[in-house]
């Protein structure tokens, strides 16, 4: 089932999320929506507090559904390593309409839960490695936005604002 994906502003995306007790069909089924929405975007990652659910999951696909084996899901995940450094542009799908550079470490090991809640390790460099950290960022209410300088951030805050305010956001 698809799901609506939430805004910058939504209470859920700006909070940390909560740590998933049991991986239940409930939990499964949240997965597979936020699979199924993600690809539909299309994004190559998607955090359960963009569909509104403030909970520790997230899932990417670099290859945007191309590679089957490129499909990762991560419930109650954690980095293992992170190190060195990347400067690419970002765009969040809860933050439709804008880009900018994001200073991010250019390697991430990312460890947690899979959807039949087995424990995997993933290493990622270069867009994984990126994808893991902004998922990352989400679950504890951080966009990218968040992590650019003043002048910057606000002036794609005001932009936001002015969408809401016109009812275009
Ligand atoms: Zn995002």
Same mark, same amino acid.
């Given at each position: 089932?698809?799901?609506?994906?939430?805004?910058?502003?939504?209470?859920?995306?700006?909070?940390?999320?909560?740590?998933?007790?049991?991986?239940?069909?409930?939990?499964?089924?949240?997965?597979?929506?936020?699979?199924?929405?993600?690809?539909?975007?299309?994004?190559?990652?998607?955090?359960?507090?963009?569909?509104?659910?403030?909970?520790?999951?997230?899932?990417?696909?670099?290859?945007?559904?191309?590679?089957?084996?490129?499909?990762?899901?991560?419930?109650?995940?954690?980095?293992?390593?992170?190190?060195?450094?990347?400067?690419?542009?970002?765009?969040?799908?809860?933050?439709?309409?804008?880009?900018?550079?994001?200073?991010?470490?250019?390697?991430?090991? *990312?460890?947690? &839960?899979?959807?039949?809640?087995?424990?995997?390790? #993933?290493?990622?460099?270069?867009? =994984? /490695? $990126?994808?893991?950290?902004?998922?990352?960022?989400?679950?504890?209410?951080?966009?990218? *936005?968040?992590? &650019?300088?003043?002048?910057?951030?606000?002036?794609? #805050?005001?932009?936001?604002?002015? =969408? /809401? $305010?016109?009812?275009?956001?």
């Amino acid at each position: 089932m698809l799901r609506p994906i939430v805004r910058y502003g939504a209470e859920v995306l700006h909070g940390p999320s909560a740590t998933i007790e049991a991986v239940t069909p409930d939990i499964q089924s949240l997965v597979d929506d936020m699979i199924q929405t993600m690809y539909a975007a299309p994004g190559i990652g998607l955090a359960a507090p963009q569909v509104g659910v403030g909970v520790r999951i997230f899932v990417c696909d670099i290859s945007m559904g191309r590679n089957a084996a490129d499909l990762l899901t991560f419930i109650n995940p954690s980095f293992v390593e992170r190190d060195g450094m990347q400067l690419e542009e970002e765009g969040c799908l809860s933050v439709p309409g804008f880009n900018a550079t994001v200073a991010r470490p250019s390697r991430a090991i *990312v460890k947690g &839960l899979d959807r039949e809640g087995q424990e995997h390790t #993933v290493e990622g460099t270069g867009l =994984l /490695a $990126r994808c893991f950290q902004h998922e990352m960022d989400h679950l504890d209410g951080t966009l990218f *936005v968040d992590r &650019l300088r003043g002048l910057q951030k606000d002036l794609i #805050v005001r932009k936001i604002r002015k =969408l /809401a $305010r016109t009812g275009k956001w």
